[in-house]
């Protein structure tokens, strides 16, 4: 373009020069006018979206104090269970919570199974990380997690065995031993499933001959997990010994812990016991999530 000019200026008989040169210089001025005026467009809808966000951010705050005192009034509620207490204290998160909650199943390697997770486990995963990531609350985060796990256990074998031939063929659910009797109900009775509290119970008592011989459920129970018992049980020691943070807690002292309200269960339940809880469900070698799902009985 620079030679172009110099030609133009040099050859004084070329008609229209200076028509040609102004145009050319108009251009070359004004050349990124337009882009410009959309770059100005884009930076006042990023300050009102900056605005916004900072609005909402304060919104958040303001609710996130609300539902602390919410929560720490159900887990002093001496009338409720703890797993009241916990239907209780997620449906709150549930409703503190936005709905459209972005999440990148990639990047925390869950696109090979999460489809196979239930719609409430999926969201209780994106009000998980969301909790932590936006809140900065790792023990609300855990506790919403944990809860994830409790269902997934229930989905993939505890409601599969109780709509199962093999208990529907179950003629004596009659329990004789009091030591046993907790897991046997939590097997028997249809309205009722297994905490993550009855877990490692179950696993000794489908190990026990003596177990199995007092009850007829617990029986039916090991025969129904048939090739899969020992993955059942590898996912029951989960549960039972792998632990979290500094404090070395269980998942299952961690769940009653917070679902209590317990000062130092929330304290203990900091970054890393959050992370810890993360690599137990999704990273080798222990990946109970993938497990629960490879080994269903759905």
Not at 27 to 36: K, N, R
Not at 211 to 239: H, N, P
Request: net charge neutral.
């Amino acid at each position: 373009m620079s030679e172009f000019v110099l030609s133009t200026a040099m050859v004084e008989k070329m008609p229209f020069k200076e028509e040609v040169v102004m145009w050319l210089k108009n251009a070359i001025v004004h050349f990124d006018d337009d882009h410009e005026a959309l770059l100005q467009n884009q930076i006042a809808g990023f300050v009102h979206q900056n605005y916004q966000l900072k609005k909402d951010y304060e919104t958040l705050q303001k609710n996130y104090e609300t539902l602390r005192g919410q929560i720490e009034d159900m887990q002093e509620d001496h009338t409720r269970t703890d797993d009241e207490k916990i239907d209780a204290i997620l449906k709150r998160i549930y409703t503190f919570m936005p709905e459209d909650i972005s999440f990148d199943q990639d990047a925390y390697r869950l696109a090979d199974i999460w489809e196979r997770f239930s719609p409430a486990t999926q969201k209780d995963i994106r009000t998980s990380l969301a909790l932590y990531e936006k809140m900065k609350t790792p023990d609300l985060a855990a506790l919403v997690f944990v809860s994830s796990l409790e269902r997934e256990m229930k989905r993939n074998f505890f409601e599969p065995f109780k709509e199962s031939a093999a208990f529907k063929k179950i003629k004596n659910k009659f329990c004789p031993n009091k030591n046993l009797l907790d897991v046997h109900r939590a097997l028997a009775e249809i309205d009722r499933h297994p905490t993550l509290g009855n877990i490692p119970f179950i696993k000794k008592a489908i190990l026990s001959q003596q177990s199995k011989r007092d009850s007829a459920v617990v029986a039916a129970f090991a025969q129904f997990l048939g090739k899969d018992r020992e993955a059942f049980c590898s996912i029951c020691d989960a549960i039972e010994k792998y632990r979290l943070g500094t404090k070395k807690y269980t998942v299952v002292k961690l769940r009653n812990g917070l679902a209590h309200g317990d000062e130092a269960v929330k304290e203990g339940c900091d970054e890393r016991c959050y992370h810890d809880l993360m690599k137990m469900f999704y990273e080798p070698p222990i990946q109970i999530m993938f497990s629960i799902v490879a080994h269903s009985k759905k």
